[in-house]
């Protein structure tokens, strides 16, 4: 989080440095083109002490969920959570059935990450607006790696050098190659009585090398803010289905 933290405040003060430069702002203590390019340069260098920053390997210590099963130690990670007033089953369902429309920014921060112009080959970067954001994934390099019904499921896909025949779960759990990314998500719904439910979604990246690390590393530190929203996001559209579904089951 920490490296996260670093490269947000690199870039809003290169960001600024570089705005300042065109027109300096004498109010916010910026008022030549000299000052502009200190803060310039003073933004570039938290930026590359925040992508430059390792990343500290974490173990998991007692076995909890799928996810712990399919991905013990992992060197990034995020884990959000929302309160459904919907039973598990429904929620489940609406893990399974939301779609990209559903989610709040999700087509426009995936955009954002990979710009296209045009109708390209559908992926979960570039989904169908009205098909399930599920199916999208495991139609286009995701990989169903665990699921219990209706408590968790677990999907994941490889990132870097991406081999053959990597078609099972097990395939999957056991893959140690130089140069790859394990890049794993879960949904997972404890029942707490009374028709409520608590969703949890968490991310985790393994990379098995420094190289991939280094590379992932940069690229999760940048695009960390984006994510997380779209994660915050999607609990949030998979709230709303189950409780409407919850609604009119109870009519």
């Known amino acids: 989080m920490i490296g996260v933290l670093l490269v947000d405040a690199g870039l809003a003060l290169s960001l600024l440095g570089l705005v300042c430069l065109a ?3 004498r109010r916010i203590g910026i008022p030549s083109r000299k000052a502009a390019f200190g803060w310039l340069a003073a933004g570039l260098v ?6 430059s920053l390792p990343a500290r390997l974490t173990r998991v210590a007692q076995r909890r969920s799928l996810l712990d099963d399919v991905i013990p130690e992992y060197q990034f990670g995020e ?3 929302i309160r459904v007033a919907a039973p598990p089953d429904r929620v489940f369902s609406a893990v399974r059935a939301v779609t990209a429309r559903e989610i709040r920014f999700f087509r ?6 990979a710009p296209r112009i045009g109708k ?25 790696l ?4 209706p408590e968790e499921i677990v999907f994941g896909t490889l990132l870097g050098r991406r081999p053959a025949g990597i078609s099972s779960p097990e395939a999957y759990r056991t893959l ?9 998500m879960n949904f997972r719904i404890e029942d707490q009585g009374n028709g409520r439910c608590l969703l949890t979604t968490e991310t985790r990246v393994f990379s098995t090398d420094d190289s991939a690390r280094r590379a992932f590393a940069a690229y999760w530190r940048i695009i960390y803010p984006g994510s997380a929203l779209i994660r915050r996001m999607w609990l949030d559209a998979v709230r709303r289905r189950a409780e409407l579904s919850a609604v009119a089951d109870a009519r």
């Open 108 to 113: 426009l921060l995936t955009w954002i990450r």
């Open 176 to 184: 140690d190659l130089p140069g790859l990314s394990k890049a794993v």
């Open 120 to 144: 390209g080959r559908e992926s979960i970067l570039a989904p169908s607006a009205d098909k399930p954001i599920l199916d999208v994934a495991l139609g286009s390099g995701f990989l169903l």
């Open 79 to 81: 884990r959000h959570e």
């Open 46 to 51: 938290v930026l590359i002490s925040g992508l």
């Open 146 to 149: 665990a699921e219990t019904a």
């Open 23 to 25: 027109h300096p702002v």
